[in-house]
Each structure stands twice: as structure tokens, then as C-alpha cells.
């Protein structure tokens, strides 16, 4: 069997690199091909890992290598050191170690080969994985240590800048620092003018904009930000919040938290409280003045953010349901706190020229589209010509799946009367295996097509049975929509039947036509 390489650049090969050593994954390639040679290995394959991830989840061309051995592809995987294969949690290190024994993979190294299904070798590379672990560990209190001595300093240790400035390193010292981007840094400077003195009007007086109508015309000014295609509100609320922008540095501001959910754990970056952070004076210049800044702290404490927790109160009946027709995204609820005025339906995206409308006016219109289409459906599904189609369509595969499982034992009799023909020596050898082989083969065929065809009458019925429930509960929906006392009980119960509806609307009521000329798509909840 042929046999495999694995090569990963570390931190440590990342650092030796700095200083001149050269280009660790070729060497390590050279190396372990010489190695190859020597001993006679057929080596069809690399597998390259210019990641340095912890875990294997981290780590996809070790994920591939893996999947590839289980599969029992090699016969050994050649590499510079067991460490180089798992340095994570004691939960990989199993992972690697089961994963080898089982498939009878070996592993081969300059210095030893170790067989996972010896005892002396496998406590040997479990020790190895062990003490990997336990140098990772070290490395990283060392690494976490430098980059808070480094933020003490006033450097700046994160791998991107942030928008206006542009990472430097220091002359004569480690570490990085932030340099002005000339164009970036007049688009933040007119971010903060914005929100906090506001854009000059005609009569000379100015008008403050807020972050979402500050998104709006970066757009419409064609502005590039720094990663996405358009800007968005949160963008620019973030960008009003750092204190990079009056030369700071804020570090543990999100920090990465692990949990287990459902057995699998899952990585997030919550912000953190303003006293859980640490802020100092940076050694990069500021881009606003410390009047501004605060200003604009000022300003954004009287209007935070209000995201919706999952346990809060649903206030839109069409939550989740409404899909804007020009970008996809779905559509939100605008509450106003001047009570004159309805909320609206919008698109949260402000590059998206999509018109909103009243929510009750489109809610009036959907529940007016589910009556018309219930009321044609109900005649489609009651015709005595439709009906009877489905259930001949039905029945015709019925009785071919009793044909395909008649015929399925046949076969099986078959196949158990070559082995008794072989026995009693009416079959040769030959004649036996072409027998068998074409017997096996007719029955893999008969088995794919009936497993297919018990699906598929399976899919028939569940169709069949949605499209019968289907309209008592719409005509249900209709009765007692309007007697429901919550919108979360209204939502509830038009998710039950309809799946989505696309909204359109291109030109604004207020001055041209009427508040209601938009268009809907409805999308009812039944199988295709």
C-alpha cells in the first residue's frame, strides 16, 4: 500500500522563518521524501497544513488526512515528529490515537516508526501527544504574556487594522503600530462630523445624521469600506465606538468564549463590559480629538442599540416571513415612538433601494393572497379528475414495489440455490461465482429501486396528507387571525402555512401613487 506525507508550519516554524532559517514546510518536505528514499516508501501524496490551529476543527487538511486514513488509504503516514499530528485537548489527541490504531495505520518518523496496534508504541505516541499538549500550553502563556506587555506598551498586537489606518512595524523595536490611511482616515473624521455637529444645510444651520443614515450616504457616495460591499448600520456603530480613533488601544473587548451545546463546542465573541477591558495610550497618532470622541459616546448613550434576545417579546406578526425581493435579506419591523404613526416594514440593508410600506397594510394584503389561494386550491384539490389522477399515480407504484419485493425473494432463493448446486457439485467454481455474481448484482438493482420507490410513495402520502391538512387550518388562520391577542401568536400561526412572501415595492406613496402599490409573492407551506 502506498504511503502518505504530513507537514504543518507552527509558530515556532513561523518565528525560525523571521530570522532567515528558511521555509519550513519545504525542508520538511525534503527531508521526509529523503527519508522515503532510503527506506523504499511509495509516497503518492502531501498533505500540506499551513494553518497552526489547536484543534483539529481548526485544521481542515488534518480533518482530510484523517477521513483518509480511517478509509484505511496508507499503509503509514511519514512525519517530522508526532506532535506535528495533535497538539489539542485530550478529546483530539483520542481522536488521532483511535483513528491510526484502528485502520492499522503507522506513523513514521525520522527518529522512530511507531505501530498503533503495539503496546510499547502506543504509549509511547500517546506520551509524545501528551507532552505536545503540554508544550502548546506553555507557548501560549508565553504568547498571551507578550501581547498584554505588548498592549501595556501602546502597540498594537491584532492581525487587521482597523478602518483608517494601516499596520506598520516599529523601527528599531518589536511589535506594530497604526499609521493614518490618508483616504480612510477623512472618511472616519467625516463619520464622527456626521453623527456629532451633523451635514450643513441650505440655510446654514446643521442637521445631525444617525448611524443609519450615515450608512446610507457612504453608500450613496460610493465609498468602499474595508471588507464588505456596502456599508451597514453596525459598521458604522462600531467605528463610533472605538477608541483606536483618539489613539487607544482597547484589548479584551471580545474576547472568545467556548461552550458545549448538543454535545459540539461552539466558539463566540461577545463584547464586553467597559471595566472588563483594558484601555491605555497608544503609540499611533489620533484621528478625531477627545471633545468629538466623547461627543459622540454622548449622543450614542441616548440611543444604544436594542438587539432582540431570543426570549424577548415577538411585536411583528411577520417576523421571518417577509423576504425583501431585491436583496433577499428579510425584512424588519420600524417601531416609531410617535404613536400618530404606524410602524413600517423595511429593509434593514440601506444600500437596498427597496420602498418600505405600513406592516399593516402588508399584513392585510397577505391575509387577502392566503384567501384568494386557498379558495383556488380547494377547488384544484377537490376536483374528482385531480383526485383520481393522484390516487391511480399512487396505486400504480404501490403495486410495483410488491413486484420489485416479490421479486427481491426470488433472487435471495435463487442465490441460496446456486451455494446448494456448488455443494452437490452440479456447479463448478466458475460457473458458481458467475452465477453469484450476476444473482448479487440483480439484487443491489432490485434493492436501490425499491428503497427509492418506498421513499418516494412515502413522499406521495406525507404530500397527500399536507395537502389535506392544509386547508383547514388556513380557513382555521383566516377565522381567528384577527381575535388573537399577541404577534407572537399571529406569527406562530401563519409560519404553520406559509413558508415566505417576497415584497416590492420601487416607488415611495408619499409622493407618487398609493401607500399600498407594492407586490407580494406568497410562498405556502406544502410539499413541492
Not at 11 to 25: F, I, K, S, V
Not at 106 to 131: A, Q, R, S, V
Amino acid at each position: 500500500m502506498p504511503y502518505c506525507l504530513y507537514v504543518r508550519k507552527s509558530r515556532a516554524d513561523a518565528e525560525a522563518e523571521a530570522r532567515g532559517e528558511g521555509e519550513t514546510l519545504a525542508r520538511h518536505i525534503h527531508a521526509l521524501l529523503d527519508l522515503a528514499k532510503r527506506r523504499h516508501f511509495d509516497v503518492t501524496q502531501i498533505y500540506k497544513e499551513i494553518v497552526s490551529g489547536e484543534t483539529i476543527a481548526a485544521r481542515p487538511v488534518m480533518q482530510q488526512l484523517l477521513a483518509d486514513v480511517e478509509q484505511g488509504m496508507w499503509d503509514g503516514v511519514l512525519v517530522m515528529e508526532v506532535e506535528r499530528l495533535a497538539r489539542g485537548d485530550t478529546v483530539d489527541q483520542g481522536i488521532v490515537a483511535q483513528t491510526f490504531k484502528f485502520s492499522d495505520t503507522k506513523i513514521i518518523t525520522p527518529m522512530k516508526d511507531y505501530n498503533p496496534n503495539n503496546e510499547f508504541d502506543e504509549e509511547y505516541f500517546e506520551f509524545g501527544l501528551f507532552m505536545s499538549r503540554r508544550e502548546y500550553k506553555t507557548i501560549n502563556r508565553r504568547l498571551q504574556r507578550g501581547r498584554m506587555a505588548s498592549v501595556q506598551e501602546g502597540k498594537y498586537v491584532c492581525s487587521q487594522s482597523p478602518y483608517g489606518y494601516d499596520r506598520q512595524k516599529l523601527e528599531n523595536d518589536k511589535g506594530y503600530t497604526l499609521t493614518p490611511k490618508p483616504e480612510e482616515a477623512d472618511t472616519v473624521r467625516m463619520i464622527f462630523d456626521w453623527y456629532t455637529k451633523g451635514e450643513p444645510q441650505e440655510d446654514g444651520s446643521f442637521r445631525r445624521l444617525g448611524v443609519s443614515l450615515i450608512a446610507r450616504r457612504l453608500n450613496e457616495l460610493h465609498i468602499p469600506p474595508r471588507k464588505s460591499e456596502h456599508w451597514v448600520p453596525a459598521t458604522v456603530r462600531d467605528m463610533l465606538t472605538n477608541p483606536v480613533y483618539v489613539g487607544m488601544i482597547r484589548w479584551n473587548w471580545r474576547k472568545g468564549e467556548k461552550r458545549m451545546q448538543n454535545g459540539k463546542v461552539t466558539a463566540s465573541r461577545p463584547r464586553s463590559s467597559p471595566e472588563d477591558c483594558i484601555l491605555v495610550k497608544g503609540l499611533h497618532p489620533p484621528l478625531v480629538d477627545r471633545e468629538t470622541f466623547d461627543t459622540a459616546q454622548q449622543f450614542m448613550s441616548q440611543n444604544p442599540p436594542h438587539p432582540i434576545p431570543e426570549h424577548s417579546k415577538v411585536m411583528n406578526p411577520l417576523s421571518g416571513l417577509v423576504v425583501c425581493a431585491k436583496c433577499g435579506k428579510r425584512m424588519v419591523r420600524r417601531p416609531y415612538n410617535n404613536r400618530t404613526k404606524e410602524d413600517t416594514l423595511i429593509c434593514p440593508y440601506t444600500h437596498c433601494d427597496n420602498v418600505g410600506s405600513f406592516l399593516s397594510a402588508v399584513e392585510r394584503r397577505i391575509l387577502a393572497s392566503l384567501n384568494e389561494w386557498i379558495e383556488e386550491y380547494r377547488v384544484g384539490f377537490e376536483s374528482s379528475e385531480e383526485e383520481t389522477k393522484s390516487k391511480a399515480a399512487l396505486d400504480a407504484k404501490e403495486k410495483n414495489l410488491r413486484r420489485l419485493t416479490t421479486e427481491y425473494a426470488t433472487l435471495n432463493k435463487q442465490l441460496d440455490t446456486a451455494h446448494d448446486l456448488l455443494e452437490q457439485g452440479v456447479y463448478t467454481t466458475e460457473q458458481f461465482l458467475d452465477r453469484s455474481r450476476k444473482l448479487s448484482d440483480r439484487i443491489k438493482q432490485n434493492d436501490t429501486e425499491r428503497v427509492a420507490l418506498d421513499k418516494d410513495i412515502a413522499l406521495d402520502r406525507q404530500r397527500e396528507t399536507a395537502r389535506r391538512e392544509i386547508i383547514p387550518k388556513v380557513e382555521h388562520l383566516l377565522l381567528v387571525y384577527h381575535t388573537l391577542d399577541s404577534p407572537k401568536a399571529k406569527n406562530e400561526m401563519l409560519k404553520e402555512v406559509i413558508e415566505r412572501v417576497t415584497y416590492l415595492k420601487t416607488q415611495s406613496g408619499r409622493w407618487h401613487g398609493s401607500p399600498d402599490d407594492f407586490e407580494i409573492a406568497l410562498f405556502p407551506r406544502i410539499p413541492k
